[in-house]
């Protein structure tokens, strides 16, 4: 997305707005946000700012849309998973402060994963991520590995 700020009239590098949201017809509120849909299939979000500002947001590129999905999940310190968990993985405790997640379902592509531990004043850390499973270690402040339970959500 770009950013572009204008004074109270718009410069000729603006984007053109339909009749119904041109600044000339007067502020409808001192913050306000319009969505027009161009001839073209673009579409343009303006901000009527305080100030006599229009600030104008405009798609700059082509991204397509991702359909994401998300697998996430709580382990416990001897690698069983809870109850409050997505069915869509199994994990063990595979060495010591070391637990692999497998996935039953592969990702598409590597998923994002973050992971945090709820156990003690612990570090949880992604060791290893792949389309099928993650290895995740636990350490404490020291560096120490130590078995915790973690939270992890995979998105990919």
Known sequence: ???LSHPR???ALAPRWPP???PRRGRRS???VR???RTDGQQRCRLNA???QFLYLRRTASIPDEALRIVRGNIGPDGSKQPDCTGEFE???YNSASYRITFTRPFAT???IVTTAFQGPFIANVHRAEPGQAVIGIQDYNGVGRDAAFHFIAVG
Do not use: K
């Open 9 to 11: 009239e718009p410069s």
């Open 20 to 22: 119904a949201f041109s």
């Open 91 to 93: 994990a063990e405790r």
């Open 50 to 52: 305080p100030f006599g």
């Open 110 to 112: 590597t998923p994002t």
């Open 1 to 3: 997305m770009t950013l």
């Open 35 to 37: 969505h027009a849909r």
């Open 30 to 32: 001192d913050s306000s």
